[in-house]
């Protein structure tokens, strides 16, 4: 099976940058996948990595390390409506084909 | 481009009555299509797979069922409903190979 531990809560300062780490325990993986979600809202896609190293998309950067099961994202610049629920997922055999598994959610909260 | 649509957004129902959720997708053919339930304030839990027409995988043995009469259309359903059936269900679509997750808006759901 899998299992993913995050960090429950993060506060951050508006403009600064934070950091969400992941790590994994897997039976099988093909990649660590990053989702936002709003109170209220669905999950979004963020970012995928597959690969060991650095992603990045505009503000957001993802990073994965293969060889110790554990990957980040990290976000710059932070702007309030960054204020949200990020889940880290694994995405291994399952489901058919592929399967996604996510860990409990690290809720951000951005302060003035 | 692809869509995913979901519906009812919300929903309140009585203990014992059935309950019918229906997820569509556009814009694309044959995906794989998924139902999971989020508890407040935690992660997601894999319920229903479909990876063909017909062809559904449960991932959690409960009251609840689903189906796929056609290939873009994916219904969650159960008979009778139970308190912890409260939650908020979200229906995502993936394509082929290791392309993300994308999910609908989900419907929340309240038992009373």
């Known amino acids: 099976g899998q299992s993913l531990e995050q960090p429950s809560e993060v506060t951050a300062v508006e403009g600064a940058i934070v950091q969400i780490n992941c790590t994994y325990q897997?039976?099988?993986?093909?990649?660590l996948s990053w989702y936002q979600q709003h109170d209220g809202g669905a999950p979004t896609f963020l970012s995928y990595n597959a690969l060991d190293g650095l992603e990045e998309t505009g503000r957001f950067s993802s990073f994965l390390s293969r060889s110790d099961s554990y990957g980040y994202l990290l976000l710059q610049e932070l702007q309030m409506k960054d204020s949200a629920s990020y889940f880290c997922a694994v995405l291994g055999p399952g489901a058919g084909s592929y399967q996604l598994t996510f860990g409990k959610g690290t809720k951000l909260s951005v302060i003035p | 481009s692809q869509t995913i649509h979901q519906w009812p957004a919300t929903l309140v129902q009585p203990v014992g009555s059935p309950l019918s959720l229906e997820c569509t997708v556009e814009?694309?053919?044959?995906?794989?299509l998924y139902w999971y339930r989020q508890a407040a304030g935690r992660g997601l839990q894999l319920l229903f797979y479909s990876v063909g027409i017909g062809q559904i995988s449960s991932e959690v043995p409960q009251n609840l069922s689903a189906s796929r009469p056609q290939d873009r259309q994916f219904i969650l359903s159960s008979k009778k409903l139970l308190l912890s059936d409260s939650g908020f269900y979200l229906c995502?679509?993936?394509?082929?190979?290791?392309?993300?997750?994308?999910f609908g808006d989900g419907t929340r759901l309240s038992i009373l």
């Open positions: 897997t039976s099988g993986f093909y990649g």
């Open positions: 814009g694309t053919s044959n995906p794989n």
């Open positions: 995502a679509w993936k394509g082929d190979s290791n392309q993300p997750q994308h």
